[in-house]
């Protein structure tokens, strides 16, 4: 084993380039992977092994348990219907992870610096400093790889209140030799043994099957064995992020919601002042501080008002109950960059001591708070009357159509030896339909055996013209609703906002796995068919009708897509304790991920056939005949 002191570092594509001496003073160079943590000063330790050489860090020329090299990788399974996807989490390691990731960073704004002159991703984004890692999650199958997103870890902020408020209760670890009374008394010289997930960025193809859940799994498994801050392991991991309002999935892995930060609503005027005077030259003023005036002062040029005027106009503006909503454009423009609204914050112990402390710690302060869980906000919650049980009895339709008799009309007639003058047939039924709260039903079939004549049969809509529909009086007649394309020439977001409120808005539409920023601010025409469709699919979720209907359901999706929605429809049925019937010909793709309770077989003829899930399967229904 040699003991080797990192006098240089560099980074390069997927290569992190060090220069390292040996105890006599020789420099050699040593190549790792681009996140590899260790950095000038750090001691490295490299043996010979099996598998190749392994590098791990070093302390007073002896190595410690930090892994550095080779570079982490975890495996886990992706259940996506009947399918398990096998998904490799890792370190970036070669050129293709770095063109991976670079084409993942799109999905993600906030402080991302895309400027490579040399197409290289070797800068970090705008506001990273400090330590940084990256782990890429990608599919493998059949020798192929498709990156589906990545987590990024960074070190802890220095100042985070609800981290203050639980880490004040007294700690003391059973192994490591980290323990204080108070945090901010003897606690926060301990900060680096806090890890901190910086973001979680998915391919939008791929939100709404648990990705981010796994990589935040992966992630602490990372931290327990590679993450370190000059050989120190840590011992907590945290996150906070205001779409974890609306998408909680960090709780399934673990995590527990403290509270959310302070931010500056209630200071950021008083501290203008302050900053002024800083600017000013009567006492110093700090990089962060620098930004705010500059902004500010901005303001003040374009709209002619003294610094005091424009500070009186933001304070009076964020008195409100919704700051953002009360500004003009230019307003929020102005002073975006200096207002931080109070965000989520959640920790996870990396240990069982860890974890134990933080669960007495927030017992300790009662029962701890509540976080608005509005990814349950699709549930009604006043309930719905109807009973448990929804059911439609002698269901049947007739089509009753008087012949125009026009030249070409006639021509057929005479060429067929059609002699009547009205068609009266029936189409489909009669059928008795039951489903209990909570079921899925699928309506499949050939196509013009009448598979969506049977679905509208269901609604509470009035029938196409030439239609009859027909159900004993003793049938139910429950709300119903529908896919119906949305309003033209308005931001889909802003449609559901205004329609249904921010939080429920945001709710539907990331669980549809619609969490894309540039589609939440495009109007509905401009989408793709696969994204109105899913647009669509987040309305009917906000309907209050015990009964979901969906017509062609995924018939213009390509599978991935397919088997998503299908996950997603029919955890939404239990959830909200909706009857869902969807109408489908083509069923290879998500059939499994559907999971239907009822298969209702339409047949030319009126014929309707009640088939289980697998007496479908296995017969040869499924199969176009």
Same mark, same amino acid.
């Given at each position: 084993?040699?003991?080797?002191?990192?006098?240089?570092?560099?980074?390069?594509?997927?290569?992190?380039?060090?220069?390292?001496?040996?105890?006599?003073?020789?420099?050699?160079?040593?190549?790792?992977?681009?996140?590899?943590?260790?950095?000038?000063?750090?001691?490295?330790?490299?043996?010979?092994?099996?598998? @190749?050489?392994?590098?791990?860090?070093?302390?007073?020329?002896?190595?410690?348990?930090?892994?550095?090299?080779?570079?982490?990788?975890?495996?886990?399974?992706?259940?996506?219907?009947?399918? %398990?996807?096998?998904?490799?989490?890792?370190?970036?390691?070669?050129?293709?992870?770095?063109?991976?990731?670079?084409?993942?960073?799109?999905?993600?704004? !906030?402080?991302?610096?895309?400027?490579?002159?040399?197409?290289?991703?070797?800068?970090?984004?705008?506001?990273? @400093?400090?330590?940084?890692?990256?782990?890429?999650?990608?599919?493998?199958?059949?020798?192929?790889?498709?990156?589906?997103?990545?987590?990024?870890?960074?070190?802890?902020?220095?100042?985070?209140?609800?981290?203050?408020?639980?880490?004040?209760?007294?700690?003391?670890?059973?192994?490591?030799?980290?323990?204080?009374?108070? &945090?901010?008394?003897?606690?926060?010289?301990?900060?680096? %043994?806090?890890?901190?997930?910086?973001?979680?960025?998915?391919?939008?193809?791929?939100?709404?099957?648990?990705?981010?859940?796994?990589?935040?799994?992966?992630?602490?498994?990372?931290?327990?064995? %590679? &993450?370190?801050?000059?050989?120190?392991?840590?011992?907590?991991?945290?996150?906070?992020?205001?779409?974890?309002?609306?998408?909680?999935?960090?709780?399934?892995?673990?995590?527990?919601?403290?509270?959310?930060?302070?931010?500056?609503?209630?200071?950021?005027?008083?501290?203008?002042?302050?900053?002024?005077?800083?600017?000013?030259?009567?006492?110093?003023?700090?990089?962060?501080?620098?930004?705010?005036?500059?902004?500010?002062?901005?303001?003040?040029?374009?709209? !002619?008002?003294?610094?005091?005027?424009?500070?009186? /106009?933001?304070?009076?503006?964020?008195?409100?109950?919704?700051?953002?909503?009360?500004?003009?454009?230019?307003? &929020?423009?102005?002073?975006?960059?200096?207002?931080?609204?109070?965000?989520?914050?959640?920790?996870?112990?990396?240990?069982?001591?860890?974890?134990?402390?933080?669960?007495?710690?927030?017992?300790?302060?009662?029962?701890?708070?509540?976080?608005?869980?509005?990814?349950?906000?699709?549930?009604?919650?006043?309930?719905?009357?109807?009973?448990?049980?929804?059911?439609?009895?002698?269901?049947?339709?007739?089509?009753?159509?008087?012949?125009?008799?026009?030249?070409?009309?006639?021509?057929?007639?005479?060429?067929?030896?059609?002699?009547?003058?009205?068609?009266?047939?029936?189409?489909?039924?009669?059928?008795?339909?039951?489903?209990?709260?909570?079921?899925?039903?699928?309506?499949?079939?050939?196509?013009?055996?009448?598979?969506?004549?049977?679905?509208?049969?269901?609604?509470?809509?009035?029938?196409?013209?030439?239609?009859?529909? !027909?159900?004993?009086?003793?049938?139910?007649?429950?709300?119903?609703?529908?896919?119906?394309?949305?309003?033209?020439?308005?931001?889909?977001?802003?449609?559901?906002?205004?329609?249904?409120?921010?939080?429920?808005?945001?709710?539907?539409?990331?669980?549809?796995?619609?969490?894309?920023?540039?589609?939440?601010?495009?109007?509905?025409?401009?989408?793709?068919?696969?994204?109105?469709?899913?647009?669509?699919?987040?309305?009917?979720?906000?309907?209050?009708?015990?009964? &979901?209907?969906?017509?062609?359901?995924?018939?213009?999706?390509?599978?991935?897509?397919?088997?998503?929605?299908?996950?997603?429809?029919?955890?939404?049925?239990?959830?909200?304790?909706?009857? /869902?019937?969807?109408?489908?010909?083509?069923?290879?793709?998500?059939?499994?991920?559907?999971?239907?309770?009822?298969?209702?077989?339409?047949?030319? @003829?009126?014929?309707?056939?009640?088939?289980?899930?697998?007496?479908?399967?296995?017969?040869?229904?499924?199969?176009?005949?």
């Amino acid at each position: 084993m040699a003991v080797y002191t990192v006098k240089s570092a560099s980074s390069r594509g997927h290569r992190r380039n060090l220069v390292v001496t040996n105890p006599q003073g020789r420099e050699s160079a040593l190549q790792l992977h681009r996140f590899a943590l260790v950095g000038p000063g750090d001691q490295v330790a490299m043996q010979r092994v099996a598998a @190749g050489d392994l590098v791990s860090l070093a302390k007073t020329g002896r190595p410690i348990d930090v892994v550095i090299s080779p570079h982490f990788e975890s495996h886990r399974d992706l259940k996506l219907g009947d399918e %398990r996807l096998k998904i490799v989490i890792t370190e970036i390691n070669k050129e293709a992870d770095i063109v991976e990731f670079q084409r993942l960073e799109q999905f993600h704004y !906030k402080g991302v610096n895309l400027d490579q002159a040399d197409g290289q991703f070797d800068a970090p984004p705008k506001g990273v @400093g400090g330590r940084r890692a990256i782990l890429l999650a990608s599919i493998v199958k059949q020798g192929l790889t498709r990156a589906l997103g990545y987590i990024e870890l960074q070190m802890p902020l220095l100042m985070c209140k609800p981290r203050h408020d639980v880490f004040s209760h007294p700690f003391a670890h059973a192994e490591a030799d980290v323990a204080w009374n108070t &945090w901010l008394g003897d606690g926060q010289k301990y900060v680096n %043994r806090i890890a901190r997930i910086a973001r979680v960025v998915v391919d939008p193809e791929f939100r709404g099957i648990g990705a981010s859940t796994l990589l935040v799994e992966a992630a602490k498994e990372f931290c327990r064995s %590679r &993450w370190h801050v000059s050989g120190q392991k840590p011992l907590f991991l945290e996150i906070s992020a205001e779409m974890l309002r609306y998408v909680d999935f960090v709780t399934r892995a673990g995590f527990h919601y403290i509270g959310d930060t302070e931010g500056n609503l209630d200071r950021i005027a008083k501290d203008l002042h302050s900053i002024e005077k800083g600017a000013e030259g009567k006492s110093g003023i700090m990089s962060l501080q620098r930004k705010y005036h500059s902004a500010f002062v901005a303001y003040c040029q374009k709209t !002619k008002k003294t610094f005091d005027e424009a500070r009186v /106009v933001l304070s009076e503006l964020l008195k409100t109950q919704d700051p953002r909503s009360e500004m003009a454009s230019d307003e &929020w423009l102005a002073f975006r960059p200096i207002i931080r609204f109070p965000i989520p914050y959640f920790v996870v112990g990396l240990d069982k001591c860890a974890d134990d402390y933080l669960k007495e710690a927030i017992a300790a302060r009662g029962r701890g708070p509540a976080i608005e869980k509005n990814q349950g906000a699709l549930r009604i919650a006043s309930g719905i009357k109807e009973g448990r049980m929804i059911s439609f009895e002698e269901v049947e339709v007739f089509v009753d159509y008087e012949i125009p008799l026009t030249q070409y009309v006639r021509l057929i007639m005479d060429s067929f030896g059609i002699e009547a003058r009205r068609v009266r047939s029936r189409i489909v039924g009669p059928v008795d339909i039951a489903a209990q709260r909570g079921q899925l039903l699928l309506i499949t079939g050939a196509s013009g055996a009448g598979k969506s004549v049977l679905l509208n049969a269901l609604s509470d809509q009035p029938m196409g013209k030439g239609l009859i529909r !027909k159900r004993s009086k003793s049938s139910a007649k429950p709300r119903t609703a529908t896919l119906c394309p949305l309003p033209e020439g308005i931001p889909i977001f802003q449609y559901f906002a205004q329609k249904y409120g921010t939080s429920r808005a945001f709710a539907a539409l990331c669980q549809v796995g619609l969490s894309e920023a540039m589609v939440f601010i495009k109007p509905y025409e401009v989408l793709s068919m696969g994204q109105r469709y899913r647009a669509m699919f987040a309305e009917l979720t906000l309907s209050d009708a015990p009964v &979901w209907l969906i017509d062609e359901f995924c018939s213009n999706l390509d599978p991935i897509t397919s088997k998503i929605l299908a996950i997603r429809i029919k955890r939404l049925a239990t959830k909200n304790d909706r009857v /869902v019937v969807v109408a489908a010909a083509n069923t290879e793709h998500f059939i499994e991920a559907l999971s239907p309770d009822q298969i209702l077989l339409v047949r030319n @003829g009126a014929v309707v056939s009640k088939l289980t899930k697998s007496e479908y399967l296995n017969g040869f229904f499924n199969k176009g005949f």
